[in-house]
């Protein structure tokens, strides 16, 4: 659904017309620049768990061999080091003790869409990227633009609420696209919530 296509949608989710409503508008506030440089322990650390071990992302010598300026970060890693920081010094990131608590600030967080029906629930149930430059080490990463693709509502056993899908672009310093990430969300009411 596009622009102007709330209109075709009954019921409880009339809701979300609004939102459908926006389709392709750009709901980005702003740039989110990544919190470091891209930097080789930084790649280590990121791979090290999942133990990958292509020379590529730990070889300098094999890296320029293959025509890379510097060791090049795992595709797996972008959206990390595109992340800003999710605390500064004098800010506050925690300001509830409960055992559930979220961060006051928090780049992964479920960005707000201009007139969106109240959700509770939140779950992201795709990302797909298409990749078009390296990132490498030295690099500096930035989500630049949140295009709303689409919004569905649907009710489902978790509850009623609406898949919403955006993209965004990362690109390094130098304004090099890197890639294109789309990511589908489900933004809900938990069923036992929505039945009432």
Same mark, same amino acid.
């Given at each position: 659904m596009g622009r102007g296509e709330s209109a075709k949608v009954d019921g409880w989710a009339s809701a979300w017309g609004p939102v459908i409503d !926006?389709?392709?508008?750009?709901?980005? $506030?702003? *740039? !989110?620049?990544? %919190?470091?440089?891209? *930097?080789?322990?930084?790649? =280590? =650390?990121? $791979? #090290?768990?999942? *133990?990958?071990? %292509?020379?590529?992302? /730990?070889?300098?010598?094999?890296?320029? #061999?293959?025509? /890379?300026?510097?060791?090049? %970060?795992?595709v797996s890693s972008y959206m990390s080091f595109s992340l800003a920081p999710l605390w500064q010094p004098g800010e506050i990131l925690f300001d509830s003790d409960d055992r559930n608590a979220m961060p006051v600030s928090n780049p992964a967080a479920k960005q707000p869409i201009p007139g969106e029906p109240h959700t509770s629930g939140f779950v992201m149930v795709n990302i797909e990227a298409d990749y078009y430059s390296p990132a490498c080490v030295g690099d500096?990463? &930035?989500?630049?633009?949140? =295009? $709303?693709?689409?919004? &569905?509502?649907? !009710?489902?056993? $978790?509850?009623?609420? %609406?898949?919403i899908t955006f993209e965004t672009d990362i690109v390094r310093g130098d304004g090099g696209l890197v890639a294109v990430y789309r990511m589908t969300q489900f933004r809900y009411e938990p069923a036992t919530e929505a039945a009432s």
């Amino acid at each position: 659904m596009g622009r102007g296509e709330s209109a075709k949608v009954d019921g409880w989710a009339s809701a979300w017309g609004p939102v459908i409503d !926006q389709v392709g508008a750009d709901l980005a $506030l702003r *740039e !989110q620049v990544g %919190a470091d440089p891209v *930097e080789a322990g930084m790649i =280590r =650390r990121f $791979l #090290e768990p999942v *133990e990958l071990g %292509a020379a590529l992302h /730990y070889d300098p010598v094999l890296a320029s #061999e293959l025509g /890379y300026d510097a060791l090049p %970060a795992p595709v797996s890693s972008y959206m990390s080091f595109s992340l800003a920081p999710l605390w500064q010094p004098g800010e506050i990131l925690f300001d509830s003790d409960d055992r559930n608590a979220m961060p006051v600030s928090n780049p992964a967080a479920k960005q707000p869409i201009p007139g969106e029906p109240h959700t509770s629930g939140f779950v992201m149930v795709n990302i797909e990227a298409d990749y078009y430059s390296p990132a490498c080490v030295g690099d500096r990463l &930035k989500r630049v633009g949140l =295009r $709303l693709m689409g919004c &569905k509502p649907r !009710q489902t056993r $978790l509850g009623r609420g %609406a898949f919403i899908t955006f993209e965004t672009d990362i690109v390094r310093g130098d304004g090099g696209l890197v890639a294109v990430y789309r990511m589908t969300q489900f933004r809900y009411e938990p069923a036992t919530e929505a039945a009432s």
